[in-house]
């Protein structure tokens, strides 16, 4: 079941599931070191999908950012990739970014490696790749289909 909600809304286990879910992704699996929780998450939108055994199985965030709309954090657990769970992801990103922000660009820095995961999913890239948190990343902007 798919779930949009803000931080204050979310259940302290089910943030804890979350948030295990992002360091075991971002910071043990990919190797890198950086401060998983920042000030964004305060402010974010965090949507996630958990299956019937009560698991997170995928999960986002979303937000405002100097005047145009953002996600990140985007990531699935290692048993489910493949399974078609980041697409369904993506659409429900593009389902709060419609409902909350109709009128602001979708403006994300995603993981030079799914850029091509992305262009099927309506973004286009702009820029040069660049380094974040030891990542090299592209610009790339949602556009309506």
């Known amino acids: 079941m798919w779930h949009s909600k803000k931080l ?18 971002f ?8 401060h998983d929780l920042d000030d964004n998450d305060l ?9 019937e055994e009560d698991e997170v199985l995928a999960y986002a965030r979303i937000f405002e950012h100097d005047g145009h709309v953002t996600f990140g954090r985007v ?19 593009i389902k709060v970014y419609k409902s909350k922000w109709p009128d602001k660009e979708l403006i994300i ?6 850029k091509e995961f992305y262009q099927k999913n309506g973004f286009q890239t702009f820029g040069e790749i660049f380094i ?14």
Not at 8 to 25: G, N, Q, W
Not at 27 to 34: G, M, N, P, S, W
Not at 77 to 93: I, P, Y
Not at 109 to 114: I, N, P, T
């Open 8 to 25: 204050t809304e979310i259940s302290s286990l089910d943030f804890y599931k979350i948030e295990k879910l992002r360091i075991d992704t």
């Open 75 to 93: 990531v699935t657990t290692s048993a489910s990739r493949g399974l078609g769970l980041g697409k369904e992801l993506t659409q429900e990103l």
């Open 43 to 51: 402010s974010a939108y965090h949507v996630y999908y958990k299956n």
């Open 27 to 34: 910071v043990v699996e990919q190797k890198r070191i950086f």
């Open 109 to 114: 820095e995603a993981q030079s490696y799914v």
């Open 132 to 145: 974040l948190e030891g990542t090299e990343h592209i610009m790339m902007k949602y556009m309506e289909e």
